[in-house]
Every structure is written in C-alpha cells, then in structure tokens.
C-alpha cells in the first residue's frame, strides 16, 4: 500500500513540472511575439515616397542640393516706437488770451514759425502804449541832458541837475529795451508801433516743424502760459527701442541691423542700426532697453508703438537649404533625398492599395531628420540627424507635397 502512494505522489510531481514548463514557454513566446510586432510596426511607418515626373511637374516639386550659405544668427526682441523729447513741442502762449484764430488741425503738418492760432487782449495796446509814451520821454529826457550838460560846462548849472538828468535819461532808455523785446516776444515789430497802428492781438508759432498730435484749446478759450494750446511730433527722428533679455545682452553690439515690424500690421518691415546699448534694467522687466536709428522707410510710424524686431548678430557660412525644403512632421523637422531605394523595401510581401505602377517611371524620395538652425534671406541651417552624401539631390521647393505622398501611402497601408 506504502509503494502505491509513493508512485502516485511522484506522477503528480511530474505533472506539475511537465505544467510550470509549458507556462514558461508559452510566456517567453508571447514576449517575443509581442517585441516583434513593435519592431514590425516601427518598420511600417513609410520613409520613402515614389513620384513621377508627371506629378513633380504637376505639384511644382524641384530638386538642388545642401549649399553652403553664408547666414546671420539672429535675436528675436520687443520693442517701442519712441520720439526724443527735442522733437517734441508743446506750444503755448506767453501771453495770456482769448484764441481768436485756430489754423491746425490734428494731423496738420507745420513748418517751424509757422501761425498755428491768434488770441486777443486789451493788455496788449497798454503795453504799445506804454512803449510810445516811454519813446517820448526819451526824447524829452535826452534835451533835457544836452541843457544841463551846456550849463554844466559853463559852469552855469548846479553838478547835481546833469546827474539827475543823466539818470533819467537812462532809466528810460532801459524801459525802452524791456518793451521792445515784450513786443518783439508777442511778435510785433516796435519800430512799427504808432498811434494809429496799435494791434490787439499777437499771433501763436510753431516751435519746431512736425505733426500736429493733439490740440487742448478751441476758439474762444482763455489761454495762458500753464495752458497748452497744441503739441507737435516730428516723427522723422523717431527711433527704436529694443528691450533685451540679460542672456542676449553680450551679443549686442552698435551698428548692428535690426529689422522690425509693427505688431498690430506685419505687413510692412521696416529697418533701424543700434547706436546706443543702455547700462540698466528696465523697471522690474530685467531688459536692458537697447536704442536704435530708424533707417529708410518711415511712413505710418508712429510715437508708441509696439514692434517685434529681429537683431542680425554675426554671418557664418554653414550648410542650408531654402526654407519651402524643410517640412514639420509631429514636432520634427525633415527635408526628402533623392534615393536609390524603392518603397517596397520598407512594405510587406504582396500586392498592396496604393502601390505604384511597375511600368510608370519613378523618382524615390526618402525622408531624413534634421535639426533646424539660423534661418535667413529665405535659407535655413540644417544638420541632418545621419550622414547624407555630399552631390545629394534634394526637394527644394513644395516638399510638403512629397510628405503629403508618404503620408497617404502609410494610411492605405
């Protein structure tokens, strides 16, 4: 009895190492299974595209090569619009008044003298007057200096009557001086000041010639000297400030070329060359405000601005394509090579939907990764992830309609 449990303990031993065995191996052949499934479908995403001739010529689609360009690395910057605060006005009587005239309008471009308004106040015949009166008296007062010099000389007059004299005589050709120039500040001429042609009004100039930006008084306003009829803005010296980030400050150097466009219109671009590189942060910004010259073209910019501008830094000749030969695929960049090699390669055994035909000609394109660099006059700096032969043929325009080909191909399969 002993001798048959023991044989039957030993066939069920063996029954579940025979069972653990089976279990491991079925294991190791679904991991393998599974490994080669990802690699199949890794291999399954299409790398080449087959063109006719027809087609590329249909599309648009041309070949070149990698050339070695001469490009400049740039920096990317905001900025502002700014006037200098000398060609900057704002005009003002230095007299107080009532503004008969308004000659300008918001927008209105003037000349430096130019009449922008006129005001009116009695105050203004006193002060001709005043200055017709003090003529007279001088007139007066110089005999008067003349008699008492004759007495004086012979010693027929006291000393103390010529000084007197003299001093009067002084005093008044003083106050002459202060009311020409009070007259020739309202802008009226005192040699043409008479009784008859007394002015009640003076007329209000432009200090600098610019662009009328604002107008604060109206017709029949009092006016003083606190009280800003107009201002002006000569905006062709208006110049670029550039707000720079601490890490791009030691690239920055006078003379470079900035070019700029308005944030709210892309459409124009503009030019400025850096003159000035400022020593400070801004505010609570940490830029430092870099100031340019706008050169060139300067219509339709105005004081306050925004502007996004890009700083050409140094060239450097390295090897690029035109910028239409580099697609964006799932955040990659790829640009397509002439090849040898045929989209059966990377298929499956067998007919399949969207195969081209044997008996039509076809160019093969294969899809390489590259590494985007400075971009400029139209070309990109490319580094290609593998190494591509040097006489290379390359999509260099229209080559999303190649992606476009690989991309349809990989979804009929």
């Known amino acids: 009895m002993k001798l048959k449990y023991n044989s039957i303990y030993l066939v069920i031993i063996s029954l579940l190492i025979m069972s653990c065995g089976k279990k491991e191996e079925s294991t190791e052949k679904s991991v393998v299974k599974t ?4 690699k199949h479908n890794e291999e399954a995403v299409p790398t080449i595209a087959a063109l006719t001739e027809e087609q590329m010529k249909s599309v648009g689609i041309t070949l070149g090569s990698i050339e070695m360009k001469e490009l400049t ?3 990317k910057a905001n900025g502002l619009l700014r006037v200098p605060n000398n060609n900057k006005a704002t005009i003002t009587s230095l007299y107080g008044g009532i503004i008969k005239t ?9 000349k430096k003298g130019q009449i922008i308004a006129s005001i009116a106040n009695p105050e203004f015949i006193q002060l001709q007057e005043d200055h017709l009166t003090v003529n007279s008296r001088i007139t007066f007062a110089e005999q008067e200096y003349r008699r008492q010099r004759e007495l004086f000389d012979n010693d027929a007059g006291a000393k103390k009557n010529l000084q007197n004299a003299d001093a009067e005589l002084k005093t008044l050709r003083s106050r002459k001086a202060s009311l020409q120039n009070r007259l ?6 005192p040699g043409k000041v008479s009784n008859g042609n007394m002015r009640s009004g003076l007329v209000i100039t432009a200090p600098i ?12 306003s009092y006016v003083d000297m606190s009280s800003p009829v107009a201002e002006i803005i000569d905006n062709s010296s208006i110049h670029l400030d550039l707000q720079i980030f601490e890490t791009d400050l030691p690239k920055m150097k006078v003379g470079q070329i900035v070019h700029f466009k308005l944030t709210n219109n892309p459409e124009s671009e503009y030019d400025a060359r850096v003159y000035s ?4 942060f801004e505010n609570e910004s940490k830029t430092i405000s870099v100031h340019c010259d706008v050169t060139g073209n300067k219509a339709g910019l105005i004081d306050g601005m925004n502007i996004t501008g890009i700083v050409s830094l140094d060239k450097s000749t390295t090897a690029a394509v035109p910028n239409e030969a580099i697609v964006d695929a799932e955040g990659k960049n790829y640009i397509f090579v002439q090849t040898d090699k045929k989209p059966e390669e990377h298929e499956e055994a067998g007919e399949k939907e969207g195969k081209i035909k044997e008996h039509a000609k076809t160019i093969n394109f294969e899809k390489i990764e590259i590494v985007k660099g400075t971009s400029d006059v139209g070309y990109t700096a490319i580094t290609p992830v593998r190494a591509i032969p040097d006489d290379s043929k390359i999509v260099v325009k229209n080559a999303f309609f190649v992606n476009a080909k690989l991309v349809n191909s990989g979804e009929h399969e």
């Open 184 to 189: 020739q500040m309202m802008g009226i001429n």
């Open 35 to 38: 490994e080669q499934n990802q």
């Open 209 to 220: 010639s610019g662009t009328i930006s604002s107008i604060s008084a109206q017709i029949g």
């Open 73 to 75: 690395s740039t920096i």
């Open 277 to 280: 590189i400022g020593s400070s």
């Open 102 to 110: 308004l000659n300008v309008q918001v927008g209105s471009f003037v």
